[in-house]
């Protein structure tokens, strides 16, 4: 039995009929839902957080597909977490222009990028698109410098799929963490007409990431330039962290 089997095999074990219904139901699986079809075995995050730590660093990179190809929402997780975890170990200081660490992160990137319609509703991609492509975009890398950077993230925010767009925009909670701001901006930019519930909360968030961690001015420039426009929810969650006063002011913008 491959180290994948076991992995899978152990948290089907762990099956819990009742916490299954609930995050099916969280996670609006049902028809017509965001989350059709989804399967769920009742596994809390901490739990698949277990696995993942006690299980990473042994399992090779090539057997993580079998995990994300599986039908099972948290082994997919559980899988998306093990890339997370061995793309941090290169991503150290020590090791950012470190050639052999350099391939390493490209090659999880490509996989992730490769197999990031399995990561299929908001948990998933929020939890691993920052901390692999959002630190990517930061880090040298052998596939191209910043115009391939861009021209990677065009592509998902231009995709039809709902998950690769949230990814183009949620990964921009790690480069606004680290101090640059023209990621977030860019592609806030692109979605701000997007039409789901669900990228307005990420745009707005991520908008309010950016304020936070690189500039409020900026946030307020952005603003100034788009609040007439902005989907009320986009606009609500983009300000969250402003005075009540201000709050107040930008939401009594004309659309």
Known sequence: MTKCKEIIAYMESLQN????????????????EYGYGDEFLGLKVPQTR????????DIAL???????????????????????????????????????????????????????????????????????LG?????????????????????????????????SIVCTWKTSQMGDPSWCLRYAEIHLHHPHDLMHKAVGWM??????????DLLRDF????????PRTMLRYAIEKMSDAERKEWMSVDV
């Open 62 to 132: 090539d057997e993580v597909p079998e995990l994300l190809m599986s039908k099972w929402h948290e082994v997919r997780l559980c899988g998306l977490l093990i890339l997370v975890d061995k793309f941090e170990r290169l991503a150290t200081k020590r090791l950012a222009n470190d050639e052999k660490a350099i391939r390493g992160r490209d090659e999880i990137l490509m996989m992730y990028l490769k197999y990031a319609e399995q990561a299929n509703n908001w948990d998933l991609v929020d939890l691993s698109v920052p901390k692999i």
């Open 50 to 57: 277990e696995v993942v730590k006690a299980v990473a660093k």
């Open 135 to 167: 630190h990517w975009l930061l880090l040298p890398s052998d596939l191209g410098v910043r115009d391939y950077k861009l021209k990677v993230l065009d592509e998902l925010a231009a995709s039809m799929c709902l998950w690769k767009q949230r990814m």
């Open 223 to 230: 603003l100034r330039q788009y609040a007439h426009e902005m």
């Open 207 to 216: 908008l309010r990431e950016m304020g936070k961690r690189c500039s409020m």
């Open 17 to 32: 009929e009742e916490q299954r219904g609930i995050l099916m139901g969280f996670f609006k699986t049902g028809l017509g």
